[in-house]
């Protein structure tokens, strides 16, 4: 059914692979994307990996060069968190620009995250 409110998820990472901890590509941020009016945004996280510590950061800034950043939220996905997790923000906690920042703590595992956001008006 269509809701004029809902905008089309769209991720911020799909299946990205991050290597284990002092590895090639333990860290990674996405590209910036403009979520400014939005009155909700839904956030979910996901680690398809073997990875039992890996840590995401939802980011937010005024501006697209990432200025001025906050951290809006910060999730942690370990042994007994690794399907899935998701959190809501609400239009007071919203900026401009935002994107997510993540990091594979563990020194074996790899993750496999993906990040995706539903918006809404």
């Known amino acids: 059914m269509y809701n004029p409110l809902i905008i089309d998820p769209v991720d911020l990472f799909t299946a990205q ?16 994307l403009p979520v400014g009016r939005l009155s909700r945004i839904t956030v979910y996280v996901r680690n398809a990996g073997a990875s039992t510590d890996c840590t ?5 800034s005024p501006t697209s060069a990432k200025t001025l950043e906050k951290t809006i939220q910060t999730f942690n996905l370990n042994a007994s968190t690794v399907a899935k997790a998701g959190i809501g923000i609400s ?4 900026p401009a620009f ?24």
């Open 56 to 60: 995401i950061a939802i980011k937010g």
């Open 91 to 94: 239009s007071v906690d919203i």
């Open 17 to 32: 692979a991050l290597t284990a901890s002092g590895g090639a590509t333990p860290t990674l941020s996405s590209a910036v």
């Open 98 to 121: 935002i994107w997510a920042t993540i990091t594979n703590n563990d020194a074996v595992n790899v993750a496999t995250i993906t990040v995706e956001l539903e918006r809404f008006r």
